[in-house]
């Protein structure tokens, strides 16, 4: 009886020690994490046009990542693009709601995630009868957005906000892409 005792001790000892160190062998990222950092830290604001003729100062606002969850290594991104368009004609304003797709690539040096490869998927107006004046503007603000993205983090390992981030920025050399979380692996 003892021998049982000593042998579930064991057993239970080596499953804590096993949970424990595949924690220390990689970082998980979750999309709670990723959608909080670009909610308080990611602002687009962007100017186009002809001053005098046509200009559109675009805000994207409301982003929403959802990782890993329509296509492996792929981060869906969803927000709303308020325009201010003024013209020779006037002032008019609509909301596009947007959704894009990237790879998310991450810069070891930084720490920081960045999103490459960025393709609009869908850009939908509201109110409908400004589609046809905002759709010239598409192409101009989809490129915009990959610069964007290509120069802006969409997350940053903080060595500030907690020993955990300091550790993973210090070990961490890429990362994998699981549906609703990044994984940063500790090793190579």
Known sequence: ?????QMMFAALLCTALLAACSQL??????EQQVNEYLQQKVEFQK??????????NITLKD???KIGRAEPNQVILNGTAD???STLVGQEHADVALSLAARPYFDSETGA???REMQLLNATVTPQSLEKSTKVLMPYLKNSLQLFFNQTPVYVLDSNRSKEEALVRQLAKGIEIKPGKII???SE
């Not at 009886?1 to 005792?5: A, G, L, N, T, V």
Request: hydrophobic share 55%; aromatic share 12%; no cysteine.
């Open 47 to 56: 100017q186009l046009g002809l001053p005098g003729v046509f200009e559109a």
């Open 63 to 65: 982003m929403q990542a």
């Open 1 to 5: 009886m003892f021998k049982k005792i």
């Open 184 to 186: 940063i692996p500790l």
């Open 83 to 85: 325009l201010n368009l």
């Open 113 to 115: 995630i960045y999103l």
């Open 25 to 30: 062998t990689q970082y998980a990222l979750t």
